[in-house]
């Protein structure tokens, strides 16, 4: 089993910045995968991005260029610093872990970015 822990969540203002963390413990192998997801009100929960073990990352188109996701294996923490905020940045943010076929997810932490 492995257990999530987000932060870093709030409010802020149309081109701002906001940064995320999610720390997992648990039987962690060496191979996973982190990242962010996003969940608009009444819309699907959609992938913002994420990174590998190994370091390769993949970003969705909306946020290229604005946000960055990076880990720190010795912590097994994942981060999103997000730049140039935008009202349409605005969901709940789930941070997940995927190992070995299997999933796990944060408990999500609001992001609200006022115009």
């Known amino acids: 089993q492995v257990q999530l822990v987000e932060s870093g969540g709030g409010l802020v203002q149309a081109g701002g910045s906001l940064r995320l963390s999610c720390a997992a413990s648990?039987?962690?192998?060496?191979?996973?995968?982190m990242g962010w997801y996003r969940q608009a009100p009444g819309k699907q929960r959609e992938l913002v991005a994420y990174?590998?073990?190994?370091?390769?990352?993949n970003y969705a188109d909306s946020v290229k260029g604005r946000f960055t996701i990076s880990r720190d294996n010795a912590k097994n923490t994942v981060y999103l610093q997000m730049n140039s905020l935008k009202p349409e940045d605005t969901a709940v943010y789930y941070c997940?872990?995927?190992?070995?076929?299997?999933?796990?997810w944060g408990q999500g932490t609001q992001v609200t970015v006022s115009s």
């Open positions: 997940k872990f995927a190992q070995q076929l299997s999933a796990y």
């Open positions: 648990g039987t962690i192998f060496s191979i996973n995968v």
């Open positions: 990174v590998t073990s190994g370091g390769m990352t």
